[in-house]
């Protein structure tokens, strides 16, 4: 079974208007890596699976899978709660 991978924070453009890099996290692992926004796009178009994960209310919480759109941009899927928003994530 394929490993999941979650994205916990997120770094913003100087104009804080765009992701720029993401933290990731592999599961079952505490090891973060600080990696650009376009590279976690082109995992994620090669089949492998990101979520968002928050800390609330004293724990982790595994939130919305993330999508790719318009080629590198990143989204949380919209059904989900405001708090794993990408932009609610911690910012690193």
Same mark, same amino acid.
Do not use: C
């Given at each position: ?8 924070? $997120?770094?913003?453009? +100087? ?5 720029e890099s993401v933290s990731v996290r592999k599961?079952?692992?505490?090891? /973060?890596? !600080? $990696? ?5 796009? !082109?995992?994620?178009? %090669?089949?492998? %699976? ?10 982790? /919480? ?5 999508? $790719?759109?318009? +080629?590198?941009? !990143?989204?949380?899927?919209?059904? /989900? %709660?405001?708090?794993?928003? !990408? ?6």
């Open positions: 079974m394929a490993k999941q991978y979650y994205i916990n924070g $997120v770094r913003l453009d +100087e104009d804080e208007e765009h992701i599961q079952d692992t505490k090891e /973060h890596y !600080l $990696v650009p926004r376009g590279f976690v796009a !082109l995992l994620i178009k %090669s089949g492998i %699976s990101f979520k968002t994960r928050y800390f609330y209310e004293k724990e982790w /919480h595994t939130g919305a899978e993330i999508e $790719v759109y318009e +080629e590198t941009f !990143l989204r949380a899927n919209p059904n /989900h %709660s405001a708090r794993d928003n !990408l932009r609610n994530l911690k910012k690193v």
